[in-house]
């Protein structure tokens, strides 16, 4: 069978096939997102003093309801710029729920007015494709630094000579490259029990003594109310800077990423539906102490290449979520920690390659420049910064008289 017809079987069947599958290469694709989800969420509990259950409780909600109402994989990620400023400098709790209020309202505006449609209708599809790009070879990098750095959760950080993430690193990488389109047998389910396995033999001791199962609910305003001055400060220093990667990464983007695997089964991802699901979802964490959630492209793009096709994928790992936090509570993180570093940066290269490489349909020598110099502005600057470029660039090379 042709390329072409194998292409044009693979959109059919994606197009027509049922809502919700529970199956083992959907628990695979469920597996995909944790990549940039964890280390962000882990980092902010720990050392942000973050409630887990409510953190988890937030996240796990997100993820169901996102299922339910789209109908196909819907990705669940942390606002990165709000998350890794928040872990670098000790946001207090109080400071990172009010950056969620202020991203919660400022996306719910843009869907619930139209704005985002017309943002949308002037961003030209090469800045969409230099914004995928820029994300999928930070998630490449930040993947391979997870294999590389030291990992505080193991116990043996060596093996002879050679760093034990590394090691690990690299087994889950054969391992993905071997079972990638293994359907009986799917990749991430296989790196990530295995992942876990290591984690229960090498890693920091388990003890069972300390997983208190019983009834954890979340509850509301775990931290107080913030003050009218956690409210102003935080909008320059974080608020500000998130809400150009927002727009670009996780409604543009991941949008446009949405039609592209799903096509007419995506019907309810709309650039308006997709803002105001993540407006929601982060005055809902403001309310109940969690994180600043998006759902990033990248996400999707790791659900897809692990096997997700059905939002039943969002259910799965949306429940594991809620039920390691109502049963273990607090005791839920030695168990989430388990998992070597090593293992989700195996996750996010491969997602981050499934997402750069959706540049290679631009053709025109402009085009590709533009994504090009907005890798080059995402890798010394940031993403957001790259899409305003981006955006600016794109236009002045609509002219004639500008050759590249």
Same mark, same amino acid.
């Given at each position: 069978? +042709?390329?072409?017809?194998?292409? +044009? ?5 994606q197009e027509t /096939?049922?809502?919700?599958?529970f199956n083992r290469?959907?628990?695979? !694709?469920?597996? !995909?997102?944790?990549?940039t989800l964890l ?28 299922? @339910? ?34 991203? !919660? ?23 969409? =494709? ?5 994300? &999928? ?5 930040? !993947? ?9 959760? $193991? ?24 079972? $990638?389109?293994? =359907? ?42 913030? /003050?009218? /001055? ?55 964490? @403001? ?8 759902? &990033?492209?990248? &996400? ?8 997700? =096709? ?28 388990? $998992?070597?570093? +090593? ?57 004639? =008289?500008?050759?590249?």
């Amino acid at each position: 069978m +042709s390329e072409r017809n194998k292409e +044009s079987e693979k959109k059919a069947l994606q197009e027509t /096939s049922p809502a919700f599958i529970f199956n083992r290469l959907e628990f695979s !694709g469920s597996l !995909g997102d944790l990549g940039t989800l964890l280390p962000i969420a882990i980092g902010m509990i720990v050392l942000n003093g973050l409630n887990v259950t409510n953190v988890m409780v937030t996240v796990g909600l997100f993820y169901i309801v996102s299922g @339910f109402y789209f109908k196909v994989p819907t990705p669940v990620q942390p606002m990165k710029v709000i998350g890794a400023y928040a872990i670098a400098v000790g946001l207090t709790p109080t400071q990172i729920i009010a950056s969620s209020l202020w991203m !919660g309202i400022f996306v719910l505006v843009l869907g619930t007015t139209g704005l985002i449609h017309l943002i949308a209708k002037y961003t030209p599809k090469c800045t969409v =494709r230099g914004v995928q790009l820029g994300v &999928g070879v930070v998630l490449m990098g930040k !993947g391979i630094n997870f294999m590389l750095q030291p990992d505080p959760n $193991l116990v043996v950080q060596s093996i002879g000579p050679i760093n034990t993430g590394i090691v690990l690193g690299v087994v889950g990488m054969a391992a993905t490259l071997l079972l $990638l389109e293994n =359907r009986k047998v799917p990749a991430a389910v296989m790196v990530i029990m295995g992942g876990i396995i290591v984690g229960l033999f090498i890693g920091k001791p388990l003890k069972m003594e300390e997983l208190k199962i019983g009834f954890h609910f979340p509850q509301f305003f775990p931290y107080g109310l913030p /003050s009218g /001055s956690d409210m102003l400060w935080v909008l320059p220093v974080v608020v500000l800077p998130q809400i150009p990667m927002t727009i670009g990464n996780a409604i543009l983007s991941n949008t446009d990423v949405m039609h592209e695997y799903f096509g007419k089964r995506a019907h309810r991802a709309t650039y308006k539906s997709i803002a105001n699901s993540q407006g929601i979802a982060n005055i809902i964490s @403001f309310a109940w102490g969690g994180i600043s959630l998006c759902h &990033g492209a990248g &996400g999707l793009a790791a659900m897809y290449r692990f096997g997700a =096709r059905t939002a039943a994928a969002n259910l799965m790992i949306g429940g594991i979520f809620i039920a390691l936090a109502l049963i273990f509570g607090r005791n839920a993180l030695p168990i989430l920690n388990l $998992l070597p570093l +090593s293992v989700l940066g195996v996750l996010l290269v491969f997602a981050g390659a499934q997402l750069a490489l959706m540049v290679q349909d631009l053709t025109a020598r402009k085009d590709l420049f533009v994504t090009l110099l907005m890798l080059g502005i995402t890798l010394t600057v940031n993403l957001a910064v790259a899409f305003i470029c981006g955006v600016i660039i794109a236009y002045a090379l609509k002219s004639d =008289r500008i050759k590249v």
